[in-house]
């Protein structure tokens, strides 16, 4: 009929109204220019300008058929409360010609539709004007209500098509929302809005039956009162799962069930379409009869959520969540409970049961929600003197109690490698939080975790509830970050799909950012909680605390890569690392030590590798006593390009290692945690540009503005412990040491050996005594490492450009911390 508006044109407001709920500067602006682009009056002459601003509309909403229209019921929102008070109202005249246009635009659709050539663009016109017309009524229903009887006839569409299908149900969302508002409509147009609903309840599908059951709902209850009407439809349905339930009983084998399986489907969903939107314990339904309706009901669906059929079980689990929005109080049931909790904990249950249940909860807070809602609309309407607040407190104390029922189980359901399962968890979650039914510390965690979810769209929406819940309880974040941070450990474990590869800690793209970058940077902010969370994942690193080697390289990767933002915050990591290695170092060598056995025979050969056991706390016999009596120190300065002199060593080494290779492994495993706070450390040397002397020259009790300096970040620093990584890659800790490896082993530990004397350099040593240690303790990092030498161990020339003021004495570069 009309030409379509530009493609680009529908692009650009696509983009513009999506952002109307952004900061306010910008939803200013959108509220703004919507309103002068859609909702400023047209004049009546101009056709043309109206047909303009009809496809326009239209365009847009068509365009955002998938992602959905929450953005236009907020912009339509925005733009009536705007002028509430006003005396002259251009947004509600103009919504009024709106909605008068799209109804005279649809009635042209509908006689063009004969036309084949244009059948499927003039259809899926048709289905855009309907759903933007759904979308005013959702706002301003008074708008449609003189339409109401020329959307009617909509209802008895042939249904051959997805569009087709849309028109309905659009139509019975407009219908029931305007009906109730209509003024003495007429007995026939009522009645046929019964019978039309009632066929395609009977005919179609859930989609379709959905609809038509909320449709059938709002004209009987809030119009009509026709309560036989429905109770003969729910007893059709009632009576046909009664049936089915005997002859399964009977005989589970019977082929009876599988015959009428449709039926059956059809019956579970339909009882519990109906029981949602009307209580049949009413005597309007039952009339005098004592029978408990929604007691017979959940025993009947209960019933076939044990079948073993598992459609047959989601269609019974849909029915029940119906049937627990008009009764509530049915989900403390003990049936009920247990059949929630075992679906939601169990790891082998289907996917589709668990979406299922948490679908279920979801649905059921947000029509709770609606309801309150709506209650607290009404209140204010007829009685401001009434208490609102303990009106709505009986409601939310029954929401309350529920969700506390379920939300371990809830929250567990983040721990899952559907997507899908993951995403209802977070939705139910998102909904109890807003609603304010729980304590919001017991899930801080969770969300953190959620918060590293690959999915942009789900850890977007787990760090806007962090930000919310920031905002109410400050400190709470804080008090739980470090349990946040295992448990999205335990979340990207589940994610991943290849359980061979170690999970890492940042994004796998260009940013290189940390996943729990933005749990960082809303802690950053403050000096005390930053430095307790910084320090609290290096006491992870600890021979202590016994962490999982992933775990480890996991809160390595983060670390490496977390948004730091002043020169402070890598400086004290540095600096508590090294705190770290000295103790936990020393404990590894000792361990290491008394792990080996003397070599007897060596013992008895004066030779110059000759073993000793002079020093009490050696215990290693791996050097001679000559050799031993010397500081290892000038040894390496003089014998430091000697392969034969380490080949040596790690001879002697070999020959006093114990049968049993479990403190090998032990050693290997508690050393990861070591190399990977030494390459961590080296990382951010390289990454920001730090000199050794800067490092020791930095004082965590300095005041904040001494090191409060912008970061000059290099780029193309990534971090790759490729130590660790071979370590997981091969699984050592469960496999059997070769030769080669007990080699590889011993060499680390000699290295950590030479690592741990030259530590810290001494204050009272010469510049070249200064720079052979430097050597000595350089040449064992960059073996521990992998041979990637390491890098600034010179102070750098923008490094000293930038600190200036620190580049004072000779000595202070090397005074021990």
Request: with cysteine; net charge negative.
């Given at each position: 009929i009309e030409q379509p508006t530009f493609p680009k044109i529908t692009?650009?407001?696509?983009?513009m109204i999506r952002r109307v709920n952004d900061e306010e500067g910008i939803k200013k602006l959108v509220n703004e220019t919507f309103q002068k682009l859609w909702f400023t009056p047209t004049p009546h002459h101009d056709k043309e300008a109206m047909t303009r601003k009809i496809l326009n509309i239209t365009d847009v909403v068509a365009a955002c058929r998938d992602t959905g229209y929450d953005w236009f019921e907020q912009l339509l929102q925005n733009l009536l409360k705007s002028e509430e008070d006003a005396s002259y109202k251009p947004v509600k005249k103009a919504c009024t010609q709106l909605v008068d246009n799209l109804v005279e635009h649809i009635l042209k659709y509908e006689e063009s539709l004969s036309d084949s050539d244009n059948k499927g663009v003039n259809s899926g016109r048709l289905v855009a004007c309907i759903t933007t017309l759904f979308l005013f009524s959702k706002i301003r229903p008074q708008l449609m209500v003189k339409h109401a009887m020329t959307m009617q006839p909509?209802?008895?569409?042939?249904?051959?098509?997805?569009?087709?299908?849309?028109?309905?149900?659009?139509?019975?969302?407009?219908?029931?929302?305007?009906?109730?508002?209509?003024?003495?409509?007429?007995?026939?147009?009522?009645?046929?809005?019964?019978?039309?609903?009632?066929?395609?309840?009977?005919?179609?599908?859930?989609?379709?039956?959905?609809?038509?059951?909320?449709?059938?709902?709002?004209?009987?209850?809030?119009?009509?009162?026709?309560?036989?009407?429905?109770?003969?439809?729910?007893?059709?349905?009632?009576?046909?799962?009664?049936?089915?339930?005997?002859?399964?009983?009977?005989?589970?084998?019977?082929?009876?069930?599988?015959?009428?399986?449709?039926?059956?489907?059809?019956?579970l969903f339909t009882v519990g379409a109906l029981c949602r939107h009307f209580d049949f314990d009413q005597e309007d339904f039952k009339g005098n009869s004592k029978v408990n309706i929604k007691d017979k009901v959940l025993e009947l669906l209960m019933y076939f959520t044990k079948h073993s059929d598992e459609e047959v079980q989601?269609?019974?689990?849909?029915?029940?969540?119906?049937?627990?929005?008009?009764?509530?109080?049915?989900?403390?049931?003990?049936?009920?409970?247990?059949?929630?909790?075992?679906?939601?904990?169990?790891?082998?249950?289907?996917v589709n049961l668990k979406i299922q249940v948490l679908k279920n909860l979801q649905t059921y807070l947000q029509e709770e929600d609606t309801r309150m809602q709506q209650a607290d609309r009404d209140w204010k309407k007829v009685a401001k003197q009434e208490d609102l607040k303990e009106m709505g407190d009986i409601s939310s104390g029954m929401s309350s109690s529920i969700m506390q029922l379920y939300l371990k189980q809830v929250l567990e359901a983040f721990f899952h490698n559907q997507s899908s399962v993951r995403h209802f968890a977070l939705n139910v979650i998102a909904l109890t939080l807003n609603q304010g039914l729980i304590h919001?510390?017991?899930?801080?965690?969770?969300l953190i975790a959620m918060g590293t979810d690959p999915e942009p769209s789900m850890r977007n929406k787990a760090d806007q509830q962090l930000v919310e819940i920031d905002k109410k309880y400050a400190g709470f974040i804080h008090m739980k970050a470090v349990a946040g941070m295992k448990m999205s450990y335990q979340v990207q474990q589940a994610i991943n799909t290849c359980p061979k590869d170690p999970v890492r800690g940042f994004r796998h793209d260009e940013s290189s950012s940390a996943l729990c970058s933005h749990l960082y940077s809303m802690i950053r902010g403050n000096r005390q909680h930053r430095r307790a969370f910084l320090i609290s994942l290096l006491n992870l690193f600890d021979d202590t605390a016994k962490t999982e080697v992933n775990m480890l390289l996991y809160i390595a990767d983060n670390l490496a890569c977390f948004p730091y933002q002043t020169q402070e915050e890598p400086l004290f990591i540095m600096h508590h690392i090294d705190i770290t290695l000295s103790v936990s170092g020393s404990n590894l060598l000792q361990s290491f030590k008394e792990s080996m056995v003397k070599d007897k025979k060596k013992e008895k050969k004066p030779s110059s590798d000759e073993e000793t056991e002079s020093d009490s706390n050696s215990g290693s016999g791996s050097e001679s006593e000559e050799e031993a009596s010397k500081p290892r120190r000038l040894r390496k300065r003089v014998d430091s390009d000697s392969d034969s002199d380490e080949e040596n060593d790690i001879n002697a080494v070999m020959k006093c290692l114990p049968e049993n290779s479990a403190p090998l492994i032990e050693f290997a495993n508690v050393s990861q945690g070591i190399l990977l706070l030494l390459m961590l450390k080296q990382h951010l040397k390289n990454l920001c540009g730090f000199s050794d002397s800067k490092i020791q020259k930095y004082s965590p009790s300095e005041s904040a503005k001494v090191y409060d300096k912008a970061i000059n970040r290099k780029t193309g620093v990534h971090f790759h412990p490729k130590q660790t990584l071979d370590f997981l890659r091969s699984d050592m800790a469960n496999s059997k040491i070769t030769e080669e490896v007990k080699r590889s082993i011993v060499k680390q530990y000699l290295d950590f050996k030479l690592l741990m004397e030259h530590l810290d350099p001494d204050?009272?040593?010469?510049?070249?005594?200064?720079?052979a240690s430097t050597n000595a303790r350089n040449k064992a990092i960059t073996s521990l490492l992998g041979g990637g030498s390491p890098k600034n161990n010179a102070a750098e020339t923008e490094d000293d450009e930038s600190d200036g003021e620190d580049r004072g004495g000779g000595t202070s570069g090397v005074r021990r911390r």
């Open positions: 692009e650009m407001c696509v983009k909509y209802l008895t569409t042939k249904c051959s098509t997805q569009n087709d299908f849309m028109v309905i149900c659009n139509v019975a969302k407009i219908l029931e929302l305007v009906v109730p508002l209509m003024e003495h409509p007429s007995e026939t147009f009522l009645a046929t809005i019964e019978e039309d609903l009632m066929k395609l309840i009977i005919k179609y599908g859930m989609t379709v039956v959905q609809h038509c059951v909320s449709c059938l709902g709002a004209v009987v209850n809030k119009v009509t009162q026709n309560y036989k009407f429905v109770w003969a439809c729910f007893n059709r349905y009632y009576g046909a799962l009664s049936k089915l339930k005997n002859q399964h009983q009977e005989d589970p084998n019977s082929t009876i069930l599988t015959a009428n399986k449709p039926a059956l489907l059809r019956s989601t269609k019974a689990i849909i029915g029940l969540g119906f049937a627990f929005i008009q009764h509530p109080s049915l989900m403390f049931e003990q049936e009920v409970k247990t059949l929630y909790n075992s679906i939601l904990s169990d790891k082998n249950c289907s919001p510390v017991q899930c801080v965690p969770y204050e009272e040593e010469e510049d070249g005594e200064v720079s």
